[in-house]
């Protein structure tokens, strides 16, 4: 599975880069695109951002463009979300999770993920 860290309190404005390894020896991330959800208390899990598995293509939500950025290291079997300007609006549980498909492709739609790992959560004050 996938283990997600790197939340914390922040104060909005503030930035915190999440980081996403996979566990155990036979879980590669390498030919998978990858994404990051979160969720918020009470509401649903939403998509925040994706990478397509070479790392040249990248994709965001509306609502974090130019804050956040995602990237990834396939020699180090790890994903990142470099998180700035944070808003208390990005409060959440984020998870990092794979393509169930190698080389797919791009999609926002979680169903189309798999290796979901528990969240890391994210609080940011006003």
């Known amino acids: 599975q996938l283990q997600a860290s790197g939340g914390g309190l922040v104060q909005a404005g503030g930035s915190l880069r999440l980081t996403c390894a996979a566990s155990?020896?036979?879980?590669?991330?390498?030919?998978?695109?990858m994404g990051w959800f979160r969720q918020a208390p009470g509401k649903e899990r939403e998509f925040v951002a994706r990478i397509n598995w070479s790392g040249g293509t990248t994709y965001y939500v509306d609502s974090v463009k130019g804050r956040f950025t995602i990237s990834r290291d396939n020699a180090k079997n790890t994903l990142y979300l470099q998180m700035n300007s944070l808003k208390p609006e990005d409060t959440a549980a984020y998870y990092c999770?794979?393509?169930?498909?190698?080389?797919?492709?791009?999609?926002?739609?979680?169903?189309?993920?798999?290796?979901w790992g528990q969240g890391t959560q994210v609080t940011v004050s006003s």
């Open positions: 999770a794979k393509s169930i498909s190698m080389r797919a492709v791009g999609t926002s739609d979680e169903r189309k993920y798999d290796s």
């Open positions: 155990g020896r036979t879980l590669s991330i390498s030919g998978y695109n």
